[in-house]
């Protein structure tokens, strides 16, 4: 029996779809890169803007003729947008089996496997939920997706992440811990710690003591963690960023606004200036750090020197990247209680300015990357090219010849294409 998975969103899903897929696994259920072969597919969805959620919910319209050609087939629509649509999902969608909520993944294959038994005399005995347990291997790469929390405590007025995925629950140490040294066993060089506020973790220690704990793990070279809270990006977890040695030189530290008047709107708890000196405090510890960042534009009231304080924050920081969405009002949440009332021609505009600034940042970043020497860890090989990352973020591609998946190669980076450097391996 095979499991096909389509996952929309962020790392967080891809983090959840696997960990479906592990549930599947550790029945016997197989996964698939082909949908015709399946007789289960997972849609994990997405919600956190509209468009996303559209995207989502066309997948599960099209999957219709899967559905058809064999009924016995499985479709669960599992993530953010089955919580959300949970009571009218099936009304829109009559071949969907089973919506399984963000919330209950660990009761996954409980949920499932009712309907699996019913069609497919399967999994007659067995009710296995791996909480607590270290689940099996899914596919082989370099990075290895943990979660560390979930939900979140936060409740900024634009976001529909706190009521979907409930309040913050965290992952035991131990756990965390036993999980990483799996995934290094299984040829994993690099952990990416995901979390809606990653940094807000309290269990037996806080995050820099999770970080510190982590650093500590053999066979590990590198730990990313995604996304922190401004507020939360205090003097102990910048401390131990710095001093761990594993610890990689970027950090994605969603900004959202350079107007202090739409952040508090937004109930940011943070000024400009605050994440500024944040920015600041961060560049004396870590050197050689880059910085990401998530912006709206267009929040309800936005005026144009809201929006030109935004540009001179970006400016200021000088990110390295950064991720720009249109303010989208999602059902339930604070602000969609007021007008959305900036046109779409302006939010539209206001984007491309955004993306314009980047663009030029970007452009002088690469200029003083050019020539260099980095590490990378091989992620991908494809048509002849060896693809991955440096430390701080940089993608990079290498001739293929003689490199894995895996790899920690020595680099110089020596011309720019559309979206990686290309380099050569240093012997
Ligand atoms: N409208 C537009 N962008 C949003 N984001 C979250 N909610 C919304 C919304 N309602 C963006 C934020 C967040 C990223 C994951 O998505 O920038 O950091
Ligand atoms: Fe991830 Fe947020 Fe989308 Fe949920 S709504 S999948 S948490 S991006």
């Known amino acids: 029996m095979k499991y096909h998975l389509i996952t929309f969103g962020c790392q967080m899903n891809v983090a959840d779809s696997a960990e479906m897929g592990r549930h599947l696994e550790v029945q016997g259920v197989s996964q698939t890169a082909k949908l015709e072969e399946a007789q289960v597919v997972v849609v994990n969805t997405c919600t956190v803007r509209q468009q996303a959620e559209n995207r989502a919910l066309s997948q599960i319209g099209r999957l219709r003729n899967w559905k058809v050609q064999d009924p016995r087939r499985v479709l669960i629509v599992a993530g953010c947008a089955a919580t959300r649509l949970q009571h009218t999902l099936k009304q829109r969608f009559p071949h969907v089996d089973l919506i399984t909520p963000a919330t209950e993944i660990a009761r996954f294959l409980e949920l499932v496997e009712k309907v699996l038994q019913e069609r497919w005399s399967f999994l007659a005995e067995s009710d296995e939920a791996f909480e607590g347990k270290t689940p099996p291997k899914l596919d082989a790469g370099a990075t290895a997706y943990v979660t560390i929390m979930r939900g979140c405590n936060y409740h900024c007025s634009y976001c529909i992440v706190p009521s979907v995925r409930g309040r913050e629950v965290y992952r035991p140490l131990a756990d965390i811990l036993s999980e990483i040294g799996t995934r290094v066993r299984e040829g994993a060089k690099e952990v990416l710690l995901l979390g809606q506020t990653v940094n807000s973790y309290k269990a037996e220690v806080d995050f820099a003591g999770l970080l510190r704990a982590v650093d500590q793990i053999n066979g590990l070279h590198r730990i990313r963690f995604m996304s922190p809270h401004p507020r939360h990006m205090r003097e102990r977890v910048i401390q131990a960023m710095a001093e761990c040695r594993k610890v990689c030189e970027h950090l994605h530290l969603p ?21 500024l000196q944040a920015v600041r405090k961060l560049r004396e510890t870590i050197s050689e750090l880059t910085l990401t ?36 009002p999602r059902p339930g949440t604070e602000s969609a209680r007021v007008p959305d009332d900036i046109p779409t021609a302006i939010k539209e505009e206001r984007l491309q300015r955004v993306l314009q600034l980047a663009e030029r940042l970007s452009h002088d970043r690469h200029a003083r990357l050019l020539g260099t020497h980095q590490e990378v860890l091989i992620d991908s090989v494809k048509n002849g090219h060896a ?29 720019m294409h559309q979206d990686a450097f290309a380099g050569r391996r240093m012997s």
């Open 255 to 275: 900004v959202q606004s350079g107007s202090d008047r739409i952040l508090q709107l937004m109930q940011r708890y943070y000024t400009a200036t605050h994440y």
């Open 387 to 415: 693809y991955g990352r440096t430390r701080t973020n940089t993608r990079v591609r290498v001739p293929s010849t003689g490199v894995a998946v895996g790899d920690l190669i020595p680099v110089i980076l020596e011309t």
């Open 293 to 328: 960042t998530d912006i709206i534009v267009g929040y309800p009231t936005e005026t144009e020197d809201d929006f030109r304080a935004t540009l001179e924050l970006i400016e200021t920081v000088g990110f390295d990247g950064l991720f720009v969405f249109k303010y989208s």
